[in-house]
């Protein structure tokens, strides 16, 4: 049997963490005289004690944790806080039901964006804080496992971006130290320059403050129904779509910015790819725009370089109502929620770097065709890819493909329509926020969907969220066996 | 550069093989007293005359032997020149296509799709009818002795474990190439034979049984009414049911020696997961009609059967409009379309095997993430999987899929709807015929399509038909350098 202590020592931390988050929310509806704020308290109180129960309860000595605790603590590490995050909704003026509140907050905190509320605006402010919140420290999540998680488990070629052995001269765990210091403080950073500049363009401070968490976490939680395209600024727009831009960047860069290893930057592939496709994306629906929708071509380039960047990224916030435009940019923003973001962000979906990998191991495949005894390497930033990352990025790609598959039929199955069961799926499992076609695309709520659809979507969110294996390995018998 | 003269000198014969099947259709008009047997006729002199000038031409000195280049061009060359030619008869038959359409139905009908742009079947003359199903037949016939001979030799997308089979002296298969390709034909005569006689004991005329023997175990779907199989009663769909799936089903292995009145086929892990996918499916859909939209339960089990098959073997008849089913259909048979048949017959798609050795594949990454250090071997019937085959295959399916999503975007560009675009991708990719929709869905046709998109989907169809890589190869630079 597995020592389950360290899990619940994990677990225990993070629902502290959480509860010192809804401290925030419950001090800003004291302030605005919301009686909601009891909520807040109370379920902060809650949280607390249970975090205090497993973390004092399962005290132990061994420091190390083994690789399936890490499972588990990766798998549950979402799981519960995302359950404990739904307890403001469901007691809060909203009066959501259980699976509606569960939705939001897991969808809040895999950043995914998709939300079941109507009528944001009119909201206490707490409420729509703790919403952005979960963004926030979801996305502060997803860099965390990405950098130290999922690279030492080797999940989906992932291992290619262990860090490297540090030097004799520094010790391993100062050097972690440092990192974590450097990519928080480059998170808290992006988020209070971008607070700053959307507060310059003309958003009051708590709009500005919401809409720079949502942003850098690639979350997509807004404090108005009509999203982005409530402010109708072109200023706004195009300081969010760098947020979200810089979003989708691997934040271990800053730390190899920090250490005056600015040309790293320009040499990576990753970024070449993942700009390169961007801007294909943005040509294209903004020649559709121009062409289709008759906007001048500056509009035209500032909204469909803000939805691309928005898809790409799995962030969801929008300007336009996309989900019925139809055609090529529907089919753009489709595949284009499939790429996600870099390796080491907050985004969701494939990554761009698996599908360098991928390209990388095709074009060998093709030139192996001419030269049957050749030794031919496919190589990522110069470096050769062994065999067995590519083995386990298609072993995570397949896995993707079937997921998809799998979930795009069972929501069909629960009497979705066509386009909205397939984006649904590819949006829950990118942690994307909104679909396609009239009921769940950008403008539209997940409300109407049926209980078990939402459950569906929810598991999804946090199955792409930890990168699939991580949740997938549980059910493997041989976990659990000694 | 590379000596194209033997290419030409091998494709003269593949010609002169379509210039005498124009000689069929020529006859049966003749006999039935309509006025396009000159076309026939002229076409299939032209054709003869232009294949007797590669052989002359092109005549080598000694004995013909191909090089791995030569045979990459040949492949490529063949099926376009067949089209090409074998859309002549289209062209300048009452029929009166234009360019493009004549060009889409004969690589339609070549590639084994089976998608259409004629509408008014039911009043078309019978050589033209049956030059379609020719076609079909043709194709069917080239593809798996393509798949059985070339395919394994070029190793493409990891069809050399099919080869190491045939080479292996002690396996079931006979080895020599010459003989496995005329056994493979006259197992695929006998069948043809055998469904037409079914499908006229079924109660259908002769003329009409003897086309869709021809394009149904040859997984092709061109049909004579433009209502399809529907226009026919219970006892055809049946038989076409059982043609379809012997069609989808591996030639090579009905050729083996029969053990007790066993065929070979029977013990293939290959066939077991195909009869698996076809019979989960149907009854699923089947349950599906039955319990949701109150089908009879008689009736929802043939149209399930007839549809997944059909779907699964990529033949693409039709028996109801199964895009009408709702939702939960509509995503099933939209994912089903990337399935495929087995290899070494006339399915197209990603075929079984592959998803198999993709299963297999991260089931190994699932062990490998708790045993890091753990040594995995995939086995196949029976044998083990080098790591160079499971490369090849994740080359393929890669490539499939970046094809798929690549010509879906081109498709939406020339200004084909969502769904249309795709379907249609997936559907021509995978050779299959119908798509889902209001314009390309089963009840539909291609005709009004624009016809940059026809030209598009053409090209597909022979992308998917080649297996990709045989033609990508010809694009790189490295195949052009010596």
Known sequence: MIDLRPVFQVIGVLLCLLAGAMVMPALLDLRDNQPEWQVFAVSAGLTLFFGLLLLLGTRTTQRRRSIRQTYLAASFGWLVPGLFAALPMIYGPLQLSFTDAAFEAISGLTTTGASVIHGLDNLPRGLLLWRVLLNWLGGLGVIAMAVAVLPDLAIGGMQMFRLEVPGPAERATSRANRIATVILGAYAGVTGGLALALWMAGMTGFEALAHAMSTISTGGFSTSDASIGHFNSAAIEVIISFGMVIGGLPFLLFFQMSRGNAKAMLRDGQLRWYFGLMALGIVGVTLWLVGSRGLAPLDALRHGAFTVASVMTGTGLFTLEYGQWGGMPAAILFFLAFVGGCAGSTTGGIKVFRFQFLFADALVQMRRLLRPHAVLIPTFNRRPIPEEVLGSVMGFLFVYALSFAMLAMALAFLGLDFITALTGAASALANLGPGLGSEIGAGGSYAALPDAAKWLLAGGMLFGRVEMFVILVLFVPAFWRQ | ?482
């Open chain 2, 1 to 482: 550069m590379i000596d194209v003269r033997p290419v030409l000198f091998v494709n003269g014969f593949l010609m002169l093989v379509l210039a005498a099947a124009m000689g069929i259709p020529a006859v049966v008009d003749l006999l039935s007293g309509d006025v396009d047997w000159r076309v026939f006729g002229i076409a299939g002199m032209v054709t003869a005359f232009v294949a007797l000038a590669q052989i002359f031409g092109a005549r080598p000195k000694g004995r013909a032997s191909l090089t791995s280049r030569q045979a990459f061009m040949l492949t490529v060359l063949a099926w376009v020149s067949t089209a090409a030619f074998a859309a002549l008869p289209f062209i300048f038959s009452n029929l009166r296509l234009h360019l493009t359409d004549a060009v889409f139905e004969a690589m339609s009908g070549l590639t084994t799709t089976g998608a259409t742009v004629i509408v008014g079947l039911d009043y078309a003359p019978k050589g033209i009818l049956l030059w379609r199903s020719l076609l079909n037949w043709l194709g069917g016939e080239g593809i798996i002795i393509m798949a059985v001979v070339i395919l394994p030799l070029l190793r493409i997308g990891g069809m050399q474990v099919f080869h190491m089979e045939s080479s292996d002296k002690t396996d079931r298969i006979k080895p020599r190439i010459t003989q496995v390709a005329t056994s493979i034909t006259l197992v695929y005569l006998a069948f043809t034979a055998l469904a037409a006689m079914a499908f006229w004991a079924a109660g259908m005329g002769r003329f009409d049984a003897m086309c869709h023997a021809l394009s149904a175990v040859s997984t092709g779907g061109f049909s004579t009414s433009d209502a399809n199989l529907a226009h026919w009663g219970t006892a055809v769909q049946w038989v076409a049911i059982v043609a379809m799936m012997v069609g989808g089903s591996s030639f090579t292995l009905w050729i083996g020696p029969w053990k007790n009145w066993r065929p070979p086929v029977l013990d293939d892990a290959q066939t077991h997961w195909y009869l698996m996918f076809i019979g989960g499916f149907a009854g699923l859909l089947a349950l599906w009609q039955w319990t949701v939209n109150d089908m009879s339960p008689g009736v929802a089990l043939r149209h399930a059967a007839f549809s997944v098959t059909s779907v699964v073997t990529t033949t693409g008849f039709v028996s109801t409009d199964y895009g009408a089913w709702g939702g939960f259909a509509r995503v099933v048979f939209f994912v089903l379309v990337f399935i495929g048949g087995c290899t070494g017959s006339a399915a197209g798609g990603v075929k079984i095997f592959r998803w198999e050795l993709l299963f297999a594949l991260a089931g190994i990454h699932l062990k490998r993430l708790l045993h890091p250090h753990g040594v995995f071997v995939i086995h196949y019937n029976q044998r083990t999987i080098p790591s160079s085959v499971l490369d090849s295959v994740l080359g393929f399916v890669v490539m499939y899929f970046f094809t798929f999503a690549l010509f879906a975007l081109a498709l939406t560009v020339v200004g084909v709807d969502f769904i249309t675009a795709l379907s249609g991708s997936a559907s021509a990719l995978a050779n299959v015929g119908p798509g889902l929709g209001d314009i390309i869905g089963p009840m539909g046709s291609y005709r009004s399509l624009p016809e940059l998109a026809k030209w598009i989907l053409a090209g597909e169809m022979l992308l998917g038909r080649l297996e990709l890589f045989t033609v990508a190869v010809l694009f790189s630079r490295s195949y052009w350098r010596e």
